[in-house]
């Protein structure tokens, strides 16, 4: 189903919602969850600030999107499920932080055409190719399409794993975000390096389909 939060165009990625993005992760949403999560950032060192790339991450809670864009300092345009859009404030939200829906059942034309369009910008794509959230340890039912949309766009791939778990020592619960290496678009096995990355950086067991 064709809407308004999916359907975007290279105009839309404006410099007031990438000013918006930043005051929501960085400001709003990590100070808000600050008390209650210790933030830990691994593999900065693997992000070349001149690149733009298509950030594919595990999925673990709801906080993923802003805290990948404001752990590693990236303006992201993320594909997120269309059910973020179906309440107003919930659509502002997402839809001014850049993000457009998605139908995870069946991907509309207008979702592809609009990932797409952010190759004309200088926004990186954000999307999670386990399609939903995933707290069993296992990274299972990946959506293939993303490494298409890559080879399309001609952007590599960053590996992002999240892990949210709570310190044994301190007692304290870690959001921990890692970046790893850049893998090519071009790469014959990009679905499985970058699942086979995630996974070695989260310590999740794979599963092929």
Known sequence: MTTRF????????NIWRKIFQYIVCNIAIKNW???????IVEGRENIDKKQKYIVASNHVTGLDPFMIAANL?????FMAK??????????????WCGAFAVDRDKVDVSTIKT?????????????????TRCNNGKMENIMKGFASI???????????????KTNEDSKRKEF???????I??????LINKWANTVCELAGLEYIPS
Request: glycine share 4%; hydrophobic share 45%; no cysteine.
């Open 33 to 39: 969850v600050s008390p209650k999560y210790k933030f």
């Open 184 to 189: 090519s678009f071009n790469d014959k096995d």
């Open 82 to 95: 269309k059910q973020l859009f179906e309440t107003f404030w919930s659509s502002v939200l997402m839809d």
């Open 150 to 164: 890559a080879k399309k766009m001609q952007r590599d791939v960053l590996p992002v794993a999240i892990i949210v």
């Open 73 to 77: 300092n990236m303006t992201v345009a």
């Open 115 to 131: 990932a797409l369009s952010v190759q004309k910008t200088n926004w990186n794509l954000g999307l999670f190719p386990q399609g």
């Open 6 to 13: 999916s359907t975007k165009t290279a105009k839309s990625f």
């Open 176 to 182: 921990i975000v890692k970046a790893g290496t850049p």
